[in-house]
C-alpha cells in the first residue's frame, strides 16, 4: 500500500514490485493484486488486451477510492485524488491506459484529468476526447467539471 501512496500514480513494475512485497511467484502476484481489485482495495488500469485479464499486467496501480488514499498515505498528490475520484466513480473494467491522456473509457472517450488550469495540450487533436477539471463549477467546451463524476456513484 506504501508503495502506491508515494508514486503518482504508481506505474506498476512487476519485477521490483514482486521484491519490494517478498513474493516471488509472478503468477501469485498477479493473483494477490486481483483480490486487493475484487475488494475495492485498489483499482488496476490495464492497457486493451486479450484473454485472461487476471494474469495481465496492469499498467498502474491505485487505492481503490480517496478515503483509502487519505488514510494510508501521509502525503497524497492532488493529481492522484483526482485520478483516483474520476476512476472509482467509472467501472474500472470499461477503463483502459490510453497512448495520450489519462483514461480511455469504452474504447471511444479520452480523458485528461487536472486543475481548473488543466490545458488540451496533452490531448489536442484527439476525436472524443475531454479535460476533467477539478476547482471549476461550471463545464464549458469540451472541459467538465470533476465534482460532476460524483452523480455516477
Not at 9 to 33: A, C, E
Not at 59 to 84: D, F, M, P, W
Not at 89 to 107: A, Q, S
Request: net charge positive; glycine share 8%.
Amino acid at each position: 500500500m506504501r508503495l502506491v501512496c508515494e508514486s503518482q500514480p504508481f506505474q506498476v513494475n512487476i519485477k521490483d514490485l514482486s521484491t519490494n512485497v517478498g513474493v516471488k511467484d509472478y503468477q501469485t502476484l498477479y493473483r494477490y493484486l486481483e483480490y486487493l481489485r475484487r475488494g475495492k482495495i485498489m483499482n488496476l488500469l490495464r492497457a486493451k488486451s486479450r484473454g485472461d485479464t487476471i494474469f495481465a499486467k496492469p499498467q498502474k496501480l491505485y487505492l481503490g477510492n480517496t478515503n483509502l488514499h487519505y488514510a494510508y498515505c501521509n502525503n497524497s498528490h492532488i493529481g492522484t485524488i483526482r485520478e483516483v475520484f474520476l476512476m472509482s466513480m467509472i467501472d474500472d473494467e470499461l477503463l483502459e491506459v490510453p497512448t495520450k491522456g489519462d483514461f480511455r473509457v469504452v474504447d471511444k472517450y479520452l480523458f485528461e484529468v487536472g486543475g481548473k488550469n488543466k490545458s488540451f495540450k496533452q490531448i489536442k487533436n484527439v476525436p472524443n476526447s475531454f479535460i476533467v477539471a477539478d476547482d471549476i463549477e461550471i463545464g464549458f467546451g469540451a472541459k467538465i467539471p470533476l465534482w460532476l463524476f460524483g452523480f455516477l456513484y
